[in-house]
């Protein structure tokens, strides 16, 4: 216990030096099952530096719960044989133990011996978190994955967040689809935006889409789309329940909207390379940024995380925010992230992780994917003089400064018609 208590203590150093630094928010990931171990925690964290705590306790008491919990997927198949809809809840919670990283080079019955003595061990001293005792602390403590929730002290936006995730989540085994709407009229002639019908491959794309999900067999789908004639259109051919979110919507590209590259750089240079230069933050006039986009999805996204199945049919911006989410991509990969037409990719979420598979359904489409920017170089003549603010012409084409010449400027941009 005391090579415990050492390693326990570097951990929270180590965590403490980078809230010091870069940091904004830490995980600090260990049981804490006692109360002088959580009072460990807050001394390091509030009487030195004043941070806030916040505990996270998942406390199953459900004997049947604690069962499952430590079995392995094929096991459970057969334990779970005449209970119904229990079943997979209980298949799924298995192998969140057995794939856990501390059991990586186990095979599974050795997992499941470790687990069960680590459970038997932590009971001996295990003191939960109570609302007597710990009435000044925050916290949530959820009961039996998810059955019940004991919430305390929530102190600022962030808490509240978190337990709003928490709330929301779950771990039935269950597959989102996702895909853009068929290829519109305004994707032909390579203008962004717009409220455009589909085109004559785009209305190709909804009937191989119906005929590809019912195919797929799926339980209880739900069809999601954003309120633009694109995506309602390339939905037409379900009967499954459809709803429209608004939120769902393709990114605001103000000014610009139904305008093709060519005409941005040509009436708005600088803006054309101040997206360039920072994709992400970048915000159109009287339109929006990735950053924009990603706040306004995320009541999508949580609401994501409480559904089972779902093809949500949406639009290229939209769809790169919801990979990089379920993908955890960073916000500089997420603009750049490809999402061709006539494309659906099946996530399956699974313990650490999510499993990717892509379906390009064979019908032909226009390519809308603008790659990122060359990085900009420059001659060493042409670094020196740079220096007094000369016009200079850059020696790479793609770069993102304002006075680049436009074929250089539209280098990334597809080819349209």
């Known amino acids: 216990m005391k090579i415990r208590k050492v390693f326990c203590e570097q951990a929270m150093e180590d965590m403490i030096g980078w809230l010091e630094g870069e940091g ?166 390579g203008r962004i935006g717009g409220d455009s019908s589909l085109s004559f491959h785009g209305r190709q794309f909804a009937n191989a889409l119906a005929k590809f999900m019912e195919e797929q067999d799926v339980n209880n789908l739900k069809v999601w789309t954003s309120q633009l004639k694109r995506t309602i259109e390339t939905a037409g051919g379900f009967h499954a329940p459809i709803e429209q979110w608004k939120a769902l919507n393709e990114i605001d590209a103000g000014v610009c909207e139904e305008m093709t590259y060519e005409e941005i750089q040509e009436k708005y240079p600088e803006e054309f390379a101040m997206r360039d230069q920072d994709k992400y933050h970048y915000r159109y006039p009287r339109g929006e940024s990735y ?60 313990a650490y992780g999510c499993k990717v598979e892509s379906f390009y359904l064979n019908i032909e ?21 740079a220096a007094v603010k000369l016009s200079v012409e850059f020696s790479a084409s793609g770069n993102t400064d304002p006075l680049r010449k436009s074929e250089d400027a539209l280098e990334t941009v597809p080819d349209h018609y």
């Open 24 to 189: 904004d928010v830490a995980v600090f990931d260990a049981t804490n099952t006692t109360r002088e171990r959580r009072q460990l925690v807050l001394d390091y964290c509030q009487q030195e530096k004043n941070f806030k705590v916040f505990f996270i306790e998942s406390m199953c008491d459900d004997p049947e719960v604690v069962a499952e919990n430590v079995k392995g997927h094929e096991e459970l198949g057969e334990i779970s044989e005449g209970h119904g809809a229990a079943a997979p809840f209980r298949r799924e919670v298995g192998e969140v133990k057995v794939n856990s990283p501390d059991y990586r080079n186990m095979n599974k019955d050795e997992a499941m011996r470790d687990f069960l003595e680590r459970i038997r061990m932590y009971q001996k001293s295990y003191e939960p978190l109570d609302t007597q005792h710990d009435k000044e602390k925050s916290f949530i403590q959820v009961h039996n994955v998810g059955q019940r929730f004991l919430v305390n002290q929530i102190q600022d936006h962030v808490q509240s967040k978190i337990c709003y995730y928490l709330m929301n989540i779950h771990v039935l085994p269950r597959s989102i689809y996702l895909t853009r709407h068929g290829e519109s009229e305004l994707n032909i002639k």
């Open 291 to 350: 950053q924009d986009l990603v706040a306004r999805l995320e009541p999508v996204i949580m609401e994501l995380e409480r559904q089972t199945n779902v093809l949500v049919i949406c639009h290229q911006a939209v769809m790169r925010c919801l990979l990089a989410y379920f993908l955890d991509k960073n916000s500089d990969d997420l603009p750049y992230l490809k999402v061709p037409l006539h494309t659906v990719m099946k996530l399956t979420p699974m």
């Open 365 to 385: 489409a226009v390519n809308t994917h603008r790659e990122r920017p060359k990085a900009e170089s420059m001659s060493a003549p042409i670094a020196e003089l």
